[in-house]
């Protein structure tokens, strides 16, 4: 009887041992759990102060300075410049579906950021978990395969949020964060592996704060040339040169960074974006975009953000000094002539770049100082995408007319936080703070 008792005794104790290990299991995962919701709180959280702040240093202008070429009149202020890309309506081709949708690519955070490939085959997001994750969502064709390409994500631990994101041909992606470092990740396709992360680096000049924007010069085939600009909201755009480096021999992967120019614009630079050779970048509380030549040691232009474009004349009032509304987001056409600005003044304008005027102003959505508006070309440049403050709606305007054409509602159940899209297929993705990643589709 002592025997069996000792026996009943040893198999409670494995029993009691066996359920603490997974209680301390679940203790330790709800822990990490807990952790990663406390840096995606504060991480909102601060953002959401940043974006105040920011608001509060524009918030008077926006009501004292707008003049009438800032007013939504669009027959006054688009029929003022003529350009011959935009004589003719659209042709009906733009993304008009989502096909693809991905949901928690970065688990119960929220994605912020999006960037698709050039050759469209790997999609780059970042969230508030401090992660970069790539995928290949071509395999991705009903829920279930959805779920397998979501697990099959790489991912890349940054040291904060990701907020920033921009992808190079030459199988690259740059990741801007919160805490004002960078990241470079080098990825390829490898035979019975998949997707893979080759190589990672973080940019050892870090930013003061936010790395609000972040983009690529791809006109150059030097594999030892390739410039990334990172602009954040303490007032500095930084200029890289990358090269990656690859041992076929030792199967390995290097990328070298050396910051070659900074620049200190001052106030907090909230876009840039490569056209062509030159850098464009947006700081606040500026009535111009400041673009410098890359190849012409950084030579400064400014395009006026007033008055259509054109430049104020010497001597004139003081409202030539001031602008209406911040530039939020730039993206170029995909015949590399004009530059869509999305705005947080309920507008989104189309600037010609060699002349700087401004074509054509687009209305109809809503987006403020604590939006984040977001505009995408159609592959035909013949329309805008944008997203809108108002809903989760996906706008879309014909430029000729400037006509908001389509509204796509409850696409997404929350607001669509970023968007992207091909220079050659209609192909257009967003991200929403739903959790969901949808990839749209044109018309077959």
């Not at 509060?56 to 410049?81: E, N, R, Y």
Request: hydrophobic share 35%.
């Amino acid at each position: 009887m002592d025997l069996l008792g000792d026996i009943g005794n040893a198999d409670q104790l494995t029993s009691v041992r066996s359920e603490n290990a997974v209680l301390q299991e679940k203790v330790k995962h709800l822990s990490f759990r807990v952790k990663e919701l406390t840096i995606e709180n504060e991480s909102l959280k601060a953002e959401v102060e940043l974006y105040r702040k920011e608001a509060a240093l524009t918030g008077f202008s926006k009501l004292s300075v707008a003049s009438s070429d800032d007013a939504m009149d669009t027959t006054t202020t688009d029929s003022a410049v003529e350009s011959e890309d935009f004589l003719r309506s659209g042709n009906g081709v733009y993304p008009q579906k989502p096909e693809v949708s991905l949901l928690n690519l970065h688990g119960l955070a929220n994605p912020s950021c999006c960037a698709l490939s050039s050759d469209e085959t790997v999609l780059a997001t970042g969230g508030a978990d401090c992660h970069l994750s790539l995928c290949a969502w071509g395999a991705a064709s009903d829920e279930e395969s959805s779920k397998k390409v979501v697990a099959q994500a790489c991912r890349v631990r940054c040291d904060g949020p990701v907020i920033a994101i921009a992808t190079h041909p030459q199988k690259m992606v740059a990741a801007g964060c919160m805490d004002g470092s960078v990241w470079v990740v080098h990825y390829d396709m490898v035979t019975g592996q998949g997707l893979v992360v080759k190589a990672t680096t973080k940019i050892p000049t870090k930013h003061g704060k936010y790395v609000k924007s972040v983009a690529w010069r791809t006109t150059t085939n030097s594999s030892d040339n390739h410039l990334l600009a990172t602009a954040s909201a303490d007032g500095t755009v930084q200029v890289h040169q990358v090269a990656v480096k690859i041992d076929y021999v030792k199967d390995e992967t290097t990328i070298h960074v050396t910051t070659i120019e900074k620049l200190h614009l001052q106030h907090a630079v909230e876009s840039v974006c490569f056209v062509a050779d030159e850098l464009c970048c947006y700081a606040r509380e500026k009535p111009y975009l400041q673009c410098f030549d890359t190849t012409k040691d950084f030579q400064l232009r400014k395009l006026s953000l007033n008055h259509g474009g054109k430049p104020a004349a010497a001597g004139t009032s003081m409202e030539d000094q001031h602008v209406s509304f911040a530039v939020m987001d730039m993206a170029v056409s995909p015949n590399g002539k004009y530059l869509a600005l999305a705005t947080d003044a309920s507008r989104n304008i189309i600037v010609e770049m060699e002349t700087g005027l401004h074509i054509r102003n687009l209305y109809g959505h809503q987006n403020d100082g604590f939006s984040n508006p977001k505009v995408a070309w159609s592959s035909n440049g013949q329309y805008l995408l944008g997203n809108t403050q108002a809903d989760s709606s996906l706008c879309v305007w014909d430029i000729s007319s400037t006509q908001l054409v389509q509204r796509y509602k409850d696409v997404h159940s929350q607001t669509i936080r970023d968007m992207c899209s091909s220079s050659s297929t209609d192909i257009l993705v967003t991200t929403s703070f739903d959790k969901n990643t949808q990839l749209w589709f044109g018309p077959p």
